[in-house]
């Protein structure tokens, strides 16, 4: 079938990139895969691992009724290869799908060097040939010289903004007698580990973290994304902010303390999330950060159960970049002035993990109905997925930003609005009409292979 056509190009081994080869390659695609790591680090990654995660190692919630479950579950239905391997290398963290992040890549690496199909090749890769059927998914942190040619090519400007990684701590060096084991309101297991704070724990923690020195921003001036803001700018936003974000204690019980049930026991709690297999390590949820290493090892000092924890990877804080999606791509992912040329990944403007991981798939399915001479697919906004990409490529923004899976963004659903006042009730019809539509999808690919 894919005889006379070329081979196809897939710049970037991330997730988004890794992704979209696995998926062309079983389609029984020749795929070049090209990744300029280690040859060539982005200051952000830690190994030569393909679908590596940099920041969290969290995709967010299981349940369908989220916004990120339900992506997952159309991403799931559409064939995805790295969704199908996080939950076998996932690690306990209560409703939440959290992967031994270093299993996971080396799963994937496995995959991608076994497939006859793939070339994985470990270069820098500079100019791109817009004669050639190839995906660019070379994520935020995508090297200077690419960057430039893109600009060249397409003459819009790229847009920036600062993204930010938490610290992780080995479990042997936490204060069990002051952390404890729970999920907020005892839902699933136990997952997290929890340092709470009294009041006055929680205002010498504050007044240190605003005070505290941070490492200098390089090149321009800091435009953070909203949903990975460093922990003290959003500090710097009001006293209880924290409170009221990361550090919230509403359902978050010792149960070693005797307490009404449904009373908050404490005033703010930082909690650590599962970051490998073995349980050695954890994250601090939420707690992103671009303070000095000093200064965070002292930050830690100043929550209960931490004040020794020693730190295995410190916070640190990159420039990320994202293309004009609006302006340059279609509804396909594929660029409008060449039509060899795909997009994937955060470079078009999602942000996350699972966003991430579908915009590889996404672009990979329409590269090979491309190339086959088959009617591309754009997903309904009645889908997750077809909500994400109509958002990146709506031609109506006045000031494009990254965005997450969520609601908003999802085609409004009909019926009785008393009963749409309930959540859990309206998500649960919005997310079988997503599903309704993306089996259909599901149900062309499958009946196009046989």
């Not at 691992?49 to 969290?58: D, I, K, M, Y």
């Not at 941070?214 to 994304?225: D, G, H, V, W």
């Not at 929550?303 to 804080?317: D, K, S």
């Not at 109509?390 to 008393?418: M, R």
Request: hydrophobic content about 35%; charged content about 25%; proline content about 4%.
């Amino acid at each position: 079938m894919y005889n006379n056509v070329m081979e196809i190009d897939v710049i970037g081994a991330g997730l988004a990139g890794s992704e979209a080869a696995i998926y062309l390659a079983n389609k029984g695609c020749m795929v070049n895969l090209i990744e300029m790591r280690p040859k060539f680090q982005t200051g952000a990654h830690k190994t030569d691992l393909p679908a590596e995660f940099v920041c969290s190692n969290s995709l967010g919630s299981s349940d369908i009724l989220s916004a990120s479950g339900l992506l997952k579950e159309e991403g799931i239905r559409l064939g995805s290869t790295l969704f199908k391997i996080a939950k076998e290398y996932s690690v306990p963290s209560g409703n939440s799908l959290s992967i031994d992040r270093f299993g996971f890549s080396e799963k994937i690496r496995e995959i991608i060097k076994s497939n006859k199909n793939i070339n994985y090749t470990v270069e820098k890769y500079d100019k791109i040939n817009t004669s050639k059927p190839t995906i660019i998914a070379t994520g935020p942190l995508t090297e200077t010289t690419l960057s430039q040619d893109i600009k060249n090519l397409f003459g819009e400007e790229h847009f920036h903004f600062y993204d930010a990684v938490a610290p992780i701590v080995e479990k042997n060096s936490i204060n069990f007698n002051k952390a404890f084991y729970a999920s907020r309101w005892d839902k699933g297991e136990a997952d997290y580990i929890n340092c709470p704070m009294t009041k006055e724990e929680y205002e010498k923690f504050y007044d240190f973290i605003i005070n505290a020195k941070k490492a200098p921003l390089k090149e321009f001036e800091a435009n953070y994304f909203e949903g990975c803001m460093p922990v003290e700018v959003m500090a710097s936003r009001g006293k209880d902010t924290l409170r009221f974000g990361p550090m919230k204690p509403v359902g978050l019980f010792d149960r070693r303390i005797e307490t009404e049930y449904k009373k908050n026991q404490f005033y703010a709690v930082v909690q650590l999330r599962q970051d490998d297999k073995q349980a050695n390590l954890y994250n601090l949820v939420g707690f992103q950060t671009n303070l000095l290493w000093k200064e965070q090892k002292k930050m830690l000092e100043f929550i209960p159960g931490l004040e020794n924890a020693n730190i295995v990877r410190y916070g640190v804080m990159h420039a990320n970049t994202f293309i004009n999606s609006p302006k340059i791509l279609n509804p396909y992912l594929q660029s409008k002035k060449y039509s060899s040329l795909f997009f994937a990944g955060q470079l078009t403007g999602v942000e996350g993990y699972c966003e991430s991981i579908i915009t590889g798939l996404f672009s990979a399915i329409n590269m090979e109905r491309y190339l086959s001479d088959k009617p591309m697919i754009e997903l309904s906004q009645d889908t997750m997925l077809g909500s994400l990409i109509a958002y990146i490529t709506c031609e109506n923004h006045k000031k494009f930003q990254p965005i997450n899976s969520n609601w908003g963004i999802v085609n409004k659903i009909d019926g009785d609005k008393k009963k749409l006042k309930d959540k859990k009730f309206k998500n649960s019809l919005l997310s079988k009409r997503a599903l309704d539509e993306t089996d259909k999808i599901k149900k062309l690919l499958e009946e196009e292979t046989k």
